[in-house]
C-alpha cells in the first residue's frame, strides 16, 4: 500500500459515513438527485478520494454530476443486469431517437409501463431472447435504482445522470467494432505481402 | 454430386471462414485464392500457410466453394450461401413481387384442393395440402427474412456517418419502403388489391372443411394430419403477416418521414443494436467496460448475555471502602554507608591472593554493615577484572548480625 503522505481532516468530512454507505452499497451518487451529499462530496472531493484510495476503493467523480466506486470486475449476477440494462437503454433511446426526441435531455422522459410495452412491441425478438417480459422490464428499472441509474417519481421512472456511463461505452465499443471491421476491410489487400513474410 | 454430409462436415470444421465468405459475398460475388487465404488468415493468425491451403482444398473438394471454369475465380455454393445467411441474418431483402407469387400459388393451390374435394380424390387431395404446406413455409421463411433484412437496412440507414446527408443516408430506406412496404401494404390492405388475408383465408377455410369430410368419412391418419397442419399454419401466417408489415412499417417510417433525431450516438446505438440481433447480447458485450458494482453487505456486531452480567453488576455497584497499608519509613540516611570504591579496588589488588573474600572484607572494614558487606562481595564476584575462585568447602564467615555459611570465593593475582 502507498504511503500517504497527505493529511486527512477528518472533522471536514462529516457525512462521511453516508457517503461510504452509499457508495459501499453499489449505488451511484448523482447531484441531482441528492444534492446535499453532493455538495459535500464536491467540496472535499480530495480528502474523500484520499480516504477512500487509502482504504482500497477507487472514487470516481464525472463532471456531468454522478459519482461511484469503479470496479473492473464483478459476478455473474451483476454482469447479466449490467447487459440487460444496456440492452433496455439502447432500446428506449433508439425509440426516442425515432421519435425525434433530443437523447441528451434522457434526464426528463418519463418511463411508464406503456413505454415499456411499446418497446416490447417493437423488439419482441430482441427481449424474449433474453428472457425479459414487462414484469422484469419493470424488475430492472426498479433494480436501476437500487443502483443510481433512476429513480421511482409520481408516473414512473426517471434516468439519473449515471446513465452516461452506458452511452459512453456505447460511443467506445461501437467506435472500436467499427475500427475492427475497417481493418478486415483493409486486410485482403496488406495480408498477402505478410504470407510472404511469414514463408520466409 | 457432393455426399451432403460431408459438406456438412466442412462447413462445420471451416464455419467461421464461411461465415466470412458469406458476409463479403454481399459485395464481391467472386473470390481470388489469395483473398480467402486472408480471410482464413485473419480468423486463425497461428495457422501455416500450408495449413490455410489444406482448408482451402478441403473447402472446394466438399462444393462449399466452387471453382469458376474460366479465370479460376471461386464462387459459394448457392445452397450454402442461403443456409448461412439464414443463420446470420444476413439476408438481402426479397423482392415484394416474389411474395405475391407466393400468395397467388396459395389461391391455385386452394383451388386444386376444392376439385380433389368434390371428386373425392384423396391422392390429389394430399398433394393439394402438402403443396399449401410448402408454400406456406416458404412465404413464412421469406417474410422473416424480409423483416430481418429490413432491420438491417435500417440500422445502416441510422448507423451512418450523421454528417452524411439524410437523402444518402436513407437511400435504401426510401428505396425499401417504396419496393417492398408498400406493395406489401397493398397485399394486406383489406381493399380489392389484398390478395393476402383473402387468399389464406380461402386456403384456411377449404383446409378447415377438407379435415372435416376426412373425419366424417374416415381417412388415414396422416392425410388428416396433414390437413390439420396446413390449416394450423395458414392461421399463424396470417398472425405472422400482420406482425411482420406493422414492424416492417414502424422501423421504416419514422426513417422516411425523417424525424429521427440522427447524432453519432443514436447511430452508435443503432448499430450495436444490429450486433446484438445478428450475435447475441453476451457476445457483444463483454463485462469490461460496462458499468459494474459490487455490493459490501454490512457486518452485523451483537454482544452476548455476558454484557447483561456486567451491566447488572454496574447497576448494582456499591462503593467498597479499601484501607491502604500504613505507610513504610523510608530508609534512613544512615543506614546507607559510603564506600570508596577505588580504594577497596586498590587495597584488593595488593592484598591478592585472597582466599575468602567475604573474611577479608569483614576484617578490612568493620565499619560496614552487614547489607553493605554483602553487597561489595556480590559486586566484586560479579567484575570480570578478577580471576575468581571458588572453594569446595563450606565455610562460615560471622558478620556483625549475620553469620554466613557459603563456598567462599577467592580472589588471585
Partial sequence: MTKQSATLHMGRMPRLDELFKLFNAGKHLNRVAEPALWAELEQEQEQYQTLFSSLGYQLRVDARGFAWFHFDSANSTVNSTTRQLALLLMLLFELKADQGLHLGRFCDWILDRELLTTLLDRSHDLLQAEGLDEQSLAGLLDRACNYGFAELGRGGWQLLPAVWRYLDHFEALAIEQLDDDDVENGVQLIEPAEDEGEES | ?413
Avoid at chain 2, 474460366?70 to 423482392?95: A, I, P, S
Avoid at chain 2, 459490487?294 to 451491566?311: A, L, N
Avoid at chain 2, 586498590?346 to 573474611?359: E, F, G, K, Y
Wanted: proline share 4%; hydrophobic share 40%.
Fill in chain 2, 1 to 413: 454430386m457432393v455426399n451432403p454430409r460431408s459438406l456438412v462436415q466442412t462447413l462445420y470444421l471451416h464455419w467461421q471462414v464461411v461465415e466470412w465468405l458469406t458476409q463479403r459475398s454481399r459485395e464481391v460475388p467472386v473470390f481470388e485464392q489469395a483473398q480467402v487465404l486472408a480471410i482464413m488468415g485473419k480468423v486463425d493468425a497461428s495457422k501455416t500457410l500450408d495449413e490455410r491451403e489444406a482448408a482451402l482444398r478441403a473447402l472446394i473438394n466438399a462444393e462449399i466453394l466452387l471453382l469458376l471454369p474460366r479465370d479460376n475465380l471461386l464462387q459459394l455454393n448457392g445452397h450454402v450461401v442461403e443456409f448461412v445467411r439464414g443463420l446470420t441474418r444476413e439476408h438481402e431483402l426479397g423482392l415484394s413481387a416474389v411474395l405475391q407469387a407466393r400468395v397467388q400459388g396459395v389461391r391455385e393451390a386452394t383451388g386444386r384442393l376444392n376439385v380433389a374435394l368434390e371428386q373425392r380424390d384423396l391422392d390429389a387431395l394430399r398433394q393439394a395440402s402438402a403443396l399449401l404446406a410448402d408454400l406456406f413455409r416458404q412465404i413464412s421463411l421469406q417474410l422473416d427474412q424480409d423483416r430481418h433484412a429490413i432491420l438491417e437496412i435500417a440500422e445502416k440507414a441510422k448507423s451512418n456517418d450523421s454528417q452524411m446527408s439524410a437523402s444518402r443516408r436513407y437511400r435504401q430506406v426510401l428505396q425499401a419502403y417504396d419496393e417492398y412496404v408498400e406493395p406489401m401494404a397493398a397485399m394486406m390492405d383489406s381493399g380489392p388489391t389484398g390478395t393476402f388475408y383473402r387468399y389464406l383465408e380461402e386456403a384456411e377455410r377449404s383446409l378447415d372443411f377438407s379435415h372435416d369430410i376426412l373425419t366424417a368419412q374416415g381417412a388415414l391418419y396422416t392425410l388428416r394430419q396433414l390437413v390439420r397442419q396446413a390449416a394450423f399454419q395458414a392461421k399463424e401466417l396470417r398472425k405472422l403477416g400482420r406482425e411482420v408489415l406493422k414492424q416492417s412499417s414502424d422501423t421504416l417510417l419514422p426513417l422516411r418521414e425523417e424525424l429521427r433525431q440522427h447524432n453519432t450516438l443514436s447511430a452508435n446505438i443503432s448499430f450495436l443494436l444490429g450486433q446484438v440481433r445478428k450475435r447475441g447480447l453476451v457476445r457483444t458485450f463483454r463485462p469490461a467496460g460496462l458499468p459494474l458494482w459490487k455490493v459490501d453487505r454490512p457486518k452485523r456486531v451483537t454482544v452476548g448475555d455476558e454484557i447483561r452480567t456486567i451491566m447488572s453488576q454496574a447497576q448494582n455497584f456499591s462503593v467498597i471502602s479499601t484501607v491502604f497499608p500504613e505507610e513504610a519509613p523510608a530508609v534512613s540516611v544512615d543506614e546507607l554507608q559510603l564506600v570508596d570504591g577505588a580504594e577497596l579496588r586498590q587495597r584488593l589488588a595488593n592484598c591478592l591472593p585472597v582466599p575468602s573474600l567475604l573474611d577479608w572484607l569483614r576484617a578490612e572494614y568493620t565499619h560496614l554493615n552487614d547489607a553493605t558487606l554483602l553487597r561489595l562481595y556480590h559486586e566484586l564476584i560479579g567484575q570480570p577484572d578478577w580471576q575468581i575462585g571458588q572453594s569446595d568447602q563450606r565455610h562460615s564467615t560471622e558478620l556483625n548480625q549475620l553469620n554466613v555459611i557459603h563456598y567462599p570465593h577467592g580472589i588471585y593475582p
